[in-house]
């Protein structure tokens, strides 16, 4: 226990984070062979950027972009969470057409909102019981 406590614990969520991130790729990558996708992504990869990362970012041959945010805490994602990632998105130089957010603990209703009345992006919430 003493070890789990000092060494591992403390990392725990970084991990988990990056395996729930995973999972979220995987989940859009069969979205895309089912046909559920607004395009047909053949470019996966991660935006690193100085401020923070996009954590799913996906190309199609005719220059569509997809942009996947994942955040795997007990916090709702919220409004300034969603305008932290516009400005990832504006760092980055990317203009999606899809963009999905996946969260842990759910949304907050602004942001449901922002989902429900954004044009010219479609925005996808997913929430751990649609994995």
């Known amino acids: 226990e003493m070890v789990y406590e000092k060494e591992i614990a403390p990392d725990m969520v970084n991990y988990v984070r990056e395996c729930f991130a995973g999972v979220c790729a995987e989940y859009l990558k069969l979205m895309g062979q089912y046909g559920r ?8 990869g991660t935006w690193y950027g100085k401020t923070g990362c996009i954590d799913i970012a996906a190309g199609a ?9 994942c ?4 916090y709702l994602l919220s409004k300034k969470d969603f305008e932290q990632y516009e400005e990832l998105l504006d760092l980055a130089m990317i203009k999606p057409e899809e963009i999905y957010l996946f969260s842990k603990a759910g949304f907050s ?3 449901r909102k922002i989902a429900r009345e954004m044009t010219g ?3 996808t919430l997913v929430g751990l019981e649609d994995l």
């Open 121 to 123: 992006v479609k925005i």
């Open 61 to 69: 041959e005719n220059g569509a972009v997809l942009a996947g945010f």
């Open 37 to 44: 996708l607004q395009n047909r992504y053949g470019t996966w």
């Open 71 to 74: 955040r795997f805490d007990n």
């Open 109 to 111: 209703e602004d942001v």
